[in-house]
């Protein structure tokens, strides 16, 4: 079941909203949280700075980290400009393709993700929340990464689903290629 909170104006709103209805229930924590936001593209740094405070004093994950399991952005590469109807063709193009290249990077990842499926259960808490269970090969293999947590998203409504898993170390412990580049390590 989602929760559906009050539409606000900017991304620093969507967050102060999020974090202050998270601080509010009893157990600190929320599932499938559902928002509108007028104008997405619109973020105060001081806020968001205030908010990874906020919750690096929890040991909650940064917002980054929150926001990575949404939409992984580290896969999209932007070509520092947004659709609009008013794009000449080259721009349009300019966007199919950085559309493809994301599909790509899925589609490389896709390989590593079906190796391990019997080794990878995702599982829910008593509120549930999703949480990640790794056995044998999938244990080692996210252990020779220095991969320590991982943090998921998933959500359903009428029939649509979707999942977003972001694996994260400690600093320091992975390296820096991509998760789509590296080569098998076992």
């Not at 917002?63 to 992984?72: D, H, K, L, Q």
Request: aromatic residues 6%; proline residues 5%; charged residues 20%.
């Amino acid at each position: 079941m989602s929760e559906l909170l009050g539409a606000t104006k900017t991304l620093s709103g969507a967050w102060l909203q999020a974090l202050s209805h998270t601080a509010r229930q009893q157990s600190g924590r929320c599932v499938h949280l559902v928002m509108t936001i007028e104008n997405p593209g619109s973020e105060d740094e001081a806020i968001r700075h205030a908010l990874d405070q906020a919750l690096n004093e929890t040991d909650a994950p940064g917002v980054e980290t929150v926001a990575g399991t949404i939409f992984p952005k580290t896969l999209y590469q932007s070509p520092g400009f947004s659709w609009s109807p008013d794009l000449d063709e080259p721009d349009i193009d300019t966007l199919d393709t950085a559309a493809r290249n994301l599909y790509q990077r899925y589609e490389q990842m896709l390989p590593v993700l079906l190796r391990f499926p019997q080794d990878i259960e995702i599982t829910s808490s008593e509120s549930g929340a999703p949480s990640v269970a790794l056995r044998g090969s999938a244990a080692k293999q996210a252990g020779s990464l220095g991969i320590s947590k991982f943090h998921i998203s998933a959500s359903h409504e009428n029939g649509w689903a979707t999942a977003i898993a972001v694996a994260s170390a400690k600093t320091g412990q992975m390296d820096s290629e991509a998760p789509h580049q590296r080569k098998d390590r076992s």
